[in-house]
């Protein structure tokens, strides 16, 4: 390689690391945390504990739930359930003062689905992990936030692809994993980014470009609600406000009626960001582990309980719902968590010694400017 498209992608390399590195370090501290979410709500005592019943014991029904959710938030209505994998016995009941308010205003807790008891979720809230979150997804900055973060991300893939580019002249003089411990700090603390970074890199590639994914999940969502979602409600388009609706009672066997195998993932309740002003929307998942991120919405007339449509998602849907759970490192079970904490802290440690390697190059640059003017000068 030229000496001249070393120096510019030594350039390019430099800038665009330097550029995102503080964003990439708050968010691999921040998502740190949120790989083992889970198992630090158990460790915190914020996760819902329910009491111990038989194992026949009936569930209330689904209007029946929205009723116990509205009496434990009084002058709040339901915009969405959801089911979690982990806990058969509850479901989350996200409410808010109207069906379609800001998401960061949504109150969050479980039902027992025996009893209809609420039990608070102190971590979808507040607390540290809300906290970790908030940093990790938008920097309580909302959309501008999601949108910076996205553009730090593609920062971050320009950087691993200059890297590579670089690292290839760069092992031609080396033997690979090369750390030479006898050369001055710098030159080690630069094998050892080298190294790293080539380790880390299928991954660093990986989780950088589906977080930029999951930063503009905003935009797909809308996408989705003016495209998908208007095609499959148009005839709905001039029709009067909905001023009642039947009860949510046999909503999840009207689903499982129409998608045959599916289990359900959450219920979007007319007039919330998933459904339309004239819809329960039922978004059914598959029962693999694969499939189980790949959602199919049962739209169902709110009024006669009719099922409107049942739509695939759009790919740019399937995209988004596959990534989210890719980025954090939920496939696997706890040995992938383990992996992407380890790797996660390698990412870091890139991250730290990149500056580091910046700045020590920086000064002795600096230092021989000196010594030339004072050259000059004598």
């Known amino acids: 390689m030229k000496s001249q498209t070393i120096r510019r992608w030594s350039f390019i390399h430099t800038w665009s690391s330097l550029i995102c590195t503080l964003f990439l ?5 921040t998502g740190l945390p949120l790989v083992f979410h889970h198992e630090i709500e158990h460790l915190l005592g914020d996760a819902p504990e329910f009491k111990e019943m038989p194992a026949d014991t009936p569930r209330k029904d689904l209007q029946q739930l929205v009723a116990a959710a509205e009496a434990h938030r009084p002058g709040e209505v339901v915009q969405y359930f959801g089911w979690d994998e982990d806990e058969a016995n509850g479901l989350y009941a996200f409410m808010g003062k109207t069906a379609g308010g800001d998401p960061n205003e ?3 807790f479980m ?19 809300m906290v970790m979150l908030r940093l990790h997804v938008d920097m309580y900055a909302g959309l501008p936030g999601k949108l910076l973060l996205a553009f730090m991300g593609l920062l971050f893939a320009l950087a691993i692809i200059s890297g590579v580019i670089l690292y290839a002249p760069f092992m031609r003089r080396l033997d690979f994993a090369t750390v030479r411990p006898n050369k001055s700090t710098r030159v080690r603390w630069l094998d050892l980014h080298n190294l790293i970074g080539v380790v880390t890199l299928t991954w660093a590639f990986v989780v950088g470009l589906t977080g930029v994914l999951n930063a503009c999940a905003d935009l797909v969502i809308e996408q989705w609600r003016n495209d998908a979602l208007m095609t499959m409600v148009a005839p ?5 406000p909905l001023t009642d609706r039947a009860p949510a009672t046999r909503l999840l066997e009207i689903a499982q009626t129409t998608v045959p195998g599916a289990e359900p993932s959450f219920i979007a309740f007319p007039g919330s960001r998933f459904s339309s002003e004239h819809h329960y929307t039922v978004f059914m998942k598959g029962d693999t582990h694969l499939t189980s991120h790949l959602l199919t919405p049962v739209l169902i007339d709110a009024q006669t309980l009719k099922v409107t449509a049942i739509v695939s998602s759009p790919w740019y849907m399937d995209a988004l719902m596959l990534s989210q759970p890719l980025h954090f490192g939920d496939y696997g079970g706890m040995p992938m968590k383990i992996l992407w904490g380890i790797l996660d802290v390698l990412t870091i440690i890139v991250l730290g010694s990149g500056v580091y390697l ?11 400017n000196v010594s030339h003017a004072t050259a000059e000068v004598a």
Do not use: Q
């Open 25 to 29: 370090l708050m968010l691999s501290i």
């Open 106 to 108: 949504t109150h969050t």
């Open 111 to 129: 039902l027992d689905a025996r009893t209809g008891e609420a039990v608070e979720t102190p971590s979808a809230n507040g607390g540290f992990m």
């Open 236 to 240: 709905y388009r001039d029709a009067p």
């Open 358 to 368: 910046w700045w020590v190059r920086r000064r002795a640059a600096a230092a021989v």
